[in-house]
């Protein structure tokens, strides 16, 4: 099969011809439909996040067809449609597994980072960590929602109810969360790149009733701000942004060191936490739900060979939704 291959971090991806994997018991051989393309694949290949699994085919976004599967897999069949997210394995054993929280398991393994992901032909996946996608979406229109929709959904749960949102980088991530956002009836400022006009009219299009640059204030205190953009700077100003009892939620898995403020910016208990990774029964929720509002994605394909490509626009801010290799 044809895959992009990472073999070195801070190298560009190599297209090469590899054995398909084989599908232990517990697993199912997919064809890739589509795999989107997350900033966390940049950290990734930018050697930003420590000890990936090397050679790595990278990519964990994907949505395809069960070709052939485990003898022990019993919630799909062969010709079922399934996402397979960033979360690929959990012990079900540590204290956080066993309370609720396999989204920080002790050993838990990461689909295109720890296994081998999607920019591929063909992948295996854990049949127990896959979603059925809902039929309203395409192949590639769904891929985004896989881990942009996913970790969008976490971070909107954990800034609470807050019904003036504020959310930095307008990426794959914002796209999504602003829908949901907006059916739950809350209103959303849009925070940018200074100047980049283009992301604040596509935040304003998506329903966004204000969007500027990060460094200028929103005209009203936010309830809670969420930071997609990778950029520990961005922190300090949110803190600005929130009202009193505030939070700020970081919601990338790689950010800037941040500087040190003032204590007066998280004084009046303002908090500031990140969100790491999803739960199972996160993108139970989130599946039942996008369909609800309907989530809608805006997305750019590419071929398999255009991952090196897609990587380089997202890096230097030249996509608008989410990038998907389509095979
Ligand atoms: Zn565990
Ligand atoms: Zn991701």
């Excluded at 980088?169 to 796209?175: D, E, K, L, P, Q």
């Excluded at 700020?248 to 403020?261: A, E, K, R, W």
């Excluded at 801010?317 to 389509?326: I, P, R």
Aim: charged share 20%; aromatic share 8%.
């Amino acid at each position: 099969m044809r895959a992009m291959i990472l073999a070195t971090p801070r190298q560009p991806l190599r297209a090469t011809e590899i054995p398909a994997p084989r599908p232990t018991a517990t697993q199912v051989l997919v064809k890739v439909a589509a795999c989107a393309v997350c900033r966390t694949d940049l950290h990734v290949v930018d050697g930003e996040l420590p000890t990936p699994k090397l050679p790595l085919v990278p990519g964990h976004e994907i949505v395809g067809t069960i070709v052939e599967k485990g003898n022990m897999v019993e919630r799909f069949g062969i010709g079922d449609r399934v996402g397979i997210p960033w979360l690929g394995w959990t012990c079900g054993e540590c204290d956080f597994c066993r309370s609720g929280r396999e989204n920080l398991c002790d050993r838990a393994k990461f689909t295109g980072y720890t296994l081998d992901g999607g920019y591929a032909e063909f992948t295996v996946a854990d049949e127990r960590f896959c979603f059925p996608i809902p039929a309203t979406y395409s192949d590639i229109e769904a891929a985004p929602l896989l881990c942009a929709g996913l970790i969008g959904y976490r971070c909107l749960i954990r800034a609470g109810a807050a019904p003036h949102l504020g959310i930095y980088g307008f990426g794959a991530a914002a796209h999504i969360v602003v829908q949901v956002a907006r059916f739950q009836g809350r209103e959303i400022f849009a925070f940018t790149r200074r100047g980049d006009s283009v992301a604040q009219q596509f935040a304003k299009s998506l329903g966004a009733i204000w969007a500027g640059d990060s460094e200028t204030m929103p005209p009203k205190p936010l309830d809670a701000a969420i930071i997609f953009a990778p950029v520990g700077s961005l922190v300090p100003l949110a803190l600005k942004a929130v009202a009193k009892g505030g939070t700020v939620v970081c919601g990338g898995i790689h950010m800037s060191d941040l500087p040190s403020f003032p204590y007066d910016l998280l004084w009046q208990e303002r908090t500031i936490c990140s969100v790491a990774n999803l739960t199972r029964r996160d993108g139970e929720e989130f599946f039942k739900l996008a369909p609800c509002v309907p989530v809608r994605t805006i997305v750019q394909t590419f071929p398999l060979t255009g991952a090196n490509e897609a990587l380089t626009r997202l890096r230097t801010g030249k996509l608008q939704g989410a990038a998907v290799l389509v095979p």
